[in-house]
């Protein structure tokens, strides 16, 4: 799924190239490795546990006591992808690049600092994230799974200060300056991920955005100011109607 300022359409036909919003002249992803911007969630995961089902209304349900309890993690879609992109780039040998990640979280929580101690998670690209503060409480997630089966049954998230950005906190244009691509999600509130996608725009900056995330509309305008976005069937579905 393609957008530009120029698309009438958010559907681009498979024939036809895409038409990101980058300068006269210039490519969508430079020659060396890129830095990239993540703007998007931080969530600290927990994983429960359980007895192979749901519990029904009303009911409690007991996690596994043979298994050890399982530690707070990394988790949010801006989050995983950012340290999807620095492994990435790690992975791409010596050649430049870099990976900064922007979020919203209570940097006194002790749950974030747990993260930030986490070298395979939030501890590995620490040095480079940007922590708009907020007094919401970081983000959380709770991952329900079958102890028998391993099997995911569904998850549980709680946005804190995910969906609280302070308005005099957001600064798109310090954020994405000196990117060459830009990542976004909809975990975050809709005017973060506009104001960033237009400030991409105004600067000829690959911004791509994943529709994955919070349930809602998108707006139009921000669907224009991203070279891609990408979704599944629901998504896509939610997205054009």
């Known amino acids: 799924l393609l957008a530009s300022p120029d698309a ?11 038409s990101p919003p980058t300068p006269s002249g210039a490519s969508l992803y430079p020659a060396s490795l890129p830095t990239i911007t ?3 969630s931080l969530n600290a995961d927990t994983t429960l546990p359980l007895p192979g089902r749901l519990p029904s209304l009303g009911e409690t349900v007991v996690t596994d006591p043979d298994l050890p309890p399982h530690p707070i993690c990394t988790g949010g879609k801006g989050c995983n992808q950012a340290i999807a992109c620095r492994r990435m780039l790690d992975a791409g040998g010596s050649g430049g690049g ?16 747990a993260l930030r101690r986490d070298p395979a998670g939030l ?4 040095g480079a994230t ?12 709770y991952v329900l799974l079958s102890a028998p089966t391993g099997e995911v049954l569904g998850a549980v998230v709680v946005p804190g200060a995910n969906g609280h ?6 600064d798109p244009d310090a954020w ?6 830009v990542l976004l999600q909809c975990e975050v509130p809709d005017r973060v991920n506009a104001a960033v996608a237009r400030a991409c725009a105004a600067r000829g900056i690959a911004c791509h955005l994943d529709l994955g995330g919070e349930e809602r509309a998108v707006s139009p305008a921000l669907l224009r100011d991203c070279a891609v976005v ?7 579905e939610r997205a054009t109607g």
């Not at 009438?8 to 895409?18: F, G």
């Not at 950005?165 to 957001?170: E, F, L, N, Q």
Request: net charge negative; with cysteine.
């Open 123 to 126: 501890g590995g690209i620490d």
């Open 98 to 113: 870099g990976v900064r990640f922007v979020c919203c979280a209570d940097v006194d929580d002790a749950a974030t600092d």
């Open 8 to 18: 009438p359409s958010l559907l681009a036909s498979p024939d036809a190239p895409p």
């Open 176 to 181: 994405v300056a000196g990117s060459d691509a």
């Open 38 to 40: 993540v703007v998007g």
């Open 130 to 141: 940007t922590y708009v503060p907020s007094d919401r409480g970081t983000g959380r997630g």
């Open 165 to 170: 950005w302070p308005a005099d906190s957001v």
């Open 230 to 236: 990408s979704c599944n069937a629901s998504e896509l």
